[in-house]
């Protein structure tokens, strides 16, 4: 999946500064001990429907685990 800015405005156009969805990639580096998230591009903000934002948590703490070695993560997105 190619990661960034797609154009498109799935949800409608939220505002004028409104630049588009944006697919990124949620990653942990147990060897580096971190999460990352990769934008792929320069992101001021992003928005995210109530379900979607739950999911996205549940992502972070699912990787944030394992890179605590808790659980080995499985993708909710």
Same mark, same amino acid.
């Given at each position: 999946? @190619?990661? %960034?800015?797609? %154009? $498109?405005? =799935? $949800?409608?156009?939220?505002? @004028?500064?409104?630049? &588009?969805?944006?697919?990124? &990639? ?5 060897? @580096? %001990? +971190? ?6 591009? =320069? ?5 995210? =429907? =109530?379900?979607?934002a739950d999911q996205l948590a549940t992502l972070l703490q699912n990787k944030a685990n394992e890179v605590r070695g808790?659980? +080995? *993560?499985? *993708?909710?997105?």
């Amino acid at each position: 999946m @190619k990661m %960034g800015a797609t %154009g $498109e405005f =799935p $949800e409608g156009k939220l505002n @004028k500064d409104d630049e &588009g969805q944006l697919l990124f &990639g949620v990653a942990a580096d147990v060897r @580096k %001990g +971190v999460v990352i998230v990769n934008f792929n591009t =320069p992101v001021n903000w992003f928005a995210l =429907p =109530p379900d979607l934002a739950d999911q996205l948590a549940t992502l972070l703490q699912n990787k944030a685990n394992e890179v605590r070695g808790n659980i +080995v *993560s499985k *993708s909710v997105m």
